[in-house]
T-cell receptor, first 113, second 113 residues
Framework: DSGVTQTPKHLITATGQRVTLRCSPR?????VYWYQQSLDQGLQFLIHYYNGEERAKGNILERFSAQQFPDLHSELNLSSLELGDSALYFC????????????FGPGTRLLVL | LAKTTQPISMDSYEGQEVNITCSHNNIATNDYITWYQQFPSQGPRFIIQ???TKVTNEVASLFIPADRKSSTLSLPRVSLSDTAVYYC??????????????FGTGTLLAVQP
């Protein structure tokens, strides 16, 4: 158990819909990272937040957005969903924003029908 | 941005030493190299991290040549439970700013008895 929690574990929805994935970092960690993992694209970095502020963006679509709240939990919002958005979404947390170990959550498996 | 490539798969037997290499030709000056292990339906788990030369911990060693364009994860005396996908991750900027994080393509290590 990494100490990072993600909800829900599974999510099934339809094209065009909007969903919200939630992540609670390890106690004391200020950074949250979001990743998408699919069979054809592998592990893709989406976005990084540190202490409530966006620090870096990766391959995140404009239909996707995220935020980190004052209590340090984070939400990833996916809108206008397409079939190709079906994937595993992981969040990870670390103490700081430099070279610390990232601890990954168990992931949310999203299926868009 | 660093682009990372790894062998798709490797086979080994219990008790053998396994070396997995990751190529990252465009690594930036401040990028670190981190290796993760992932089991099916789980989030990646940190193995080891380094910047240059050699790093060793209780589970693995990481060899990084002077030009840093590749790195090799060495697993001593593997067991069946080491069967997993291994990813190298290149990125992060020491000092506070975060560069984009690039995961390798992943190497499926299959350990046989």
């Amino acid at each position: 158990d990494s100490g990072v929690t993600q909800t829900p574990k599974h999510l099934i929805t339809a094209t065009g819909q909007r969903v919200t994935l939630r992540c609670s970092p390890r106690s004391g960690d200020l950074s949250v990272y979001w990743y998408q993992q699919s069979l054809d694209q592998g592990l893709q970095f989406l976005i990084h937040y540190y202490n409530g502020e966006e620090r870096a963006k990766g391959n995140i679509l404009e239909r996707f957005s995220a935020q980190q709240f004052p209590d340090l939990h984070s939400e990833l919002n996916l809108s206008s969903l397409e079939l190709g958005d079906s994937a595993l979404y992981f969040c990870a947390s670390s103490v700081g924003q430099a070279q610390e170990t990232q601890y990954f959550g168990p992931g949310t498996r999203l299926l868009v029908l | 941005l660093a682009k990372t490539t790894q062998p798709i798969s490797m086979d080994s037997y219990e008790g053998q030493e396994v070396n997995i290499t990751c190529s990252h030709n465009n690594i930036a000056t401040n990028d670190y190299i981190t290796w993760y292990q992932q089991f099916p339906s789980q989030g990646p788990r940190f193995i080891i991290q380094g910047y240059k030369t050699k790093v060793t911990n209780e589970v693995a060693s990481l060899f990084i040549p002077a030009d840093r364009k590749s790195s090799t994860l060495s697993l001593p005396r593997v067991s069946l439970s080491d069967t997993a996908v291994y990813y190298c991750l290149v990125g992060l900027c020491y000092g506070g700013a975060t560069n984009k994080l690039i995961f390798g393509t992943g190497t499926l290590l299959a350990v046989q008895p």
